[in-house]
């Protein structure tokens, strides 16, 4: 992080800027606006300057800049069209420790001004640190867009309720959920849109009158295979209303970094061939943190139905009776399939799809025989130590030696690798390649040639 983002309290509080022209006019407007104590100094002034000296908005300053101007203040803007000038006021500022933003050459000056989005009390601040205004810009138009209007009454609304709150719920969590619920109530935004206090009222009643689920409640969230964009909105919003988000080896660190800050973070992470935490154990901190009232999260890499024993979990909820939802995810066979310009299907080569697991649970065995069958494409998950056995099997069972294989390993993240090759090459390939990683075995292997459009970052 270049610059840590702040918002500060001017109010009555002696700022200074330097410079009379249209520049300073629009910093100075910000500076009122926040209710600086605002002194400008500078050798002549646009009319503005002139309105806000009588209606003793502002104190004008005429001529050189002086240093003694820097006394007593807590923020200085130099806003000149004299580089120079700026550049002396930049470090006597910097000598007394003074924040001071410089208009020509944000880079050396100790702040710079964001872009803002201002629904006050709520306010939006947007900054590339000066590498990409552009980009700022169009960020900001963008929730301009999307932040409505009345946004600033409802936290204003918001505010004025605190008290009561906290007087009414004891715990955090009661209190969060109640504000959750307050946030998206779309009727109670439209009553504060119109002013319409006697409609307020009842709505806030209402709320309040809604009896709160003293029980927890589980929510089992596929994060998609790497790519974090690969998140769904509704994955997206379930971890940022987690008290604890419990979470394994396969969820990227993009992702992690969107859950909601004061969430409790809980690693069970599952490495190849040995489990951290066993599953029993896992199963048992969902249902105990549930069971003290907290929303958990369970966040699982790809689809939580899909190889990730998602549904053991849940019956171990369902037994106890604990409410719980899934929100499914991007399973890796179609991440890895997309990103590496392999489809699954296609009516020329394969009319089934079999997405089959490599780790077995002991004493199983797969149906090597069917699965060797024609025009189908296999999709190994965990399958690279089984490698050798699984290339065996299935010559075994007569499929070709030349068969197309394709080991996409990372798939849909930066670090995607892809190995190809023929089915008797199969256990070679797989030394090539580390975990995690996903086996295609079909025909529709050999259209990545033409399909394959990703090339990472
Ligand atoms: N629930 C997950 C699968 C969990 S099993 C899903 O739906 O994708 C773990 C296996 O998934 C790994 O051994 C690997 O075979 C596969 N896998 C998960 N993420 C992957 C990725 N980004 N690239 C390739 N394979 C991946």
Redesign the pocket.
């Known amino acids: 992080m270049d610059y840590l983002p702040i918002f500060c309290q001017l109010k009555n509080r002696a700022c200074l800027l330097v410079g009379g022209g249209e520049v300073a006019e629009r910093k100075a407007r910000l500076l009122l606006q926040a209710g600086a104590n605002l002194t400008v100094s500078a050798k002549t002034f646009t009319e503005p300057f002139k309105h806000w000296q009588q209606s003793m908005q502002v104190t004008l300053v005429e001529g050189e800049f002086n240093e003694t101007l820097l006394d007593e203040q807590w923020l200085v803007i130099a806003a000149t069209n004299d580089h120079q000038l700026n550049q002396q006021i930049n470090q006597a500022c910097e000598k007394r420790q003074l924040f001071c933003n410089v208009v020509d050459s944000p880079a050396c000056a100790s702040f710079i001004m964001p872009s803002i989005i201002d629904r006050s009390p709520l306010i939006v601040a947007v900054s590339s640190g000066g590498r990409a205004p552009v980009l700022s810009r169009l960020l900001r138009e963008k929730l301009e867009a999307i932040l409505p209007q009345h946004l600033g009454k409802l936290a204003t609304y918001a505010g004025y309720l605190r008290a009561r709150v906290k007087q009414f719920y004891h715990s955090m969590t009661e209190r969060r959920r109640f504000w959750e619920k307050l946030f998206v109530h779309d009727r109670l935004a439209q009553a504060l849109a119109n002013n319409d206090a006697e409609q307020v009222d009842k709505l806030t009643q209402d709320l309040f009158a809604e009896p709160t689920d003293k029980r927890g409640e589980v929510v089992l969230v596929?994060a998609g295979?790497?790519d974090p964009s690969l998140l769904t909105l509704k994955g997206l919003q379930q971890i940022q209303q987690a008290d604890i988000v419990v979470y394994d080896r396969?969820v990227s660190s993009e992702i992690m970094a969107l859950v909601r800050r004061d969430a409790e973070l809980i690693f069970v992470g599952k490495q190849?061939g040995y489990h951290c935490v066993p599953q029993a154990q896992i199963n048992q901190i969902l249902l105990e943190q549930a069971q003290k009232g907290k929303r958990v999260v369970r966040l699982?890499?790809?689809?939580?139905f899909?190889?990730?024993r998602g549904g053991e979990e849940l019956e171990t909820l369902h037994h106890a009776n604990i409410p719980f939802s899934v929100v499914p995810?991007i399973?890796?066979?179609s991440?890895?399939s997309a990103y590496s310009g392999i489809p699954l299907s296609h009516r020329d080569y394969a009319n089934s799809i079999r997405l089959i697991t490599g780790h077995l649970k002991n004493g199983n065995e797969l149906n090597w025989q069917s699965i060797a069958s024609e025009q189908q494409t296999l999709v190994?998950?965990?399958?690279?130590s089984q490698a050798e056995n699984i290339q065996k099997q299935l010559m075994a069972h007569g499929m070709d030696k030349n068969m197309p294989v394709a080991i996409?390993?990372?798939?849909?993240?930066t670090k995607?690798k892809v190995f190809t090759g023929t089915l008797q090459e199969l256990t070679e390939l797989a030394k090539l390649a580390h975990?995690?990683?996903?086996m295609i075995i079909g025909e529709v292997v050999q259209l990545r040639d033409k399909l394959n459009w990703f090339t990472g970052i």
């Open positions: 596929g295979p790497g396969l190849p699982k890499g790809g689809d939580p899909i190889f990730g995810g399973t890796s066979a991440g890895c190994f998950y965990m399958g690279l996409i390993q990372q798939g849909t993240s995607q975990s995690p990683s996903l």
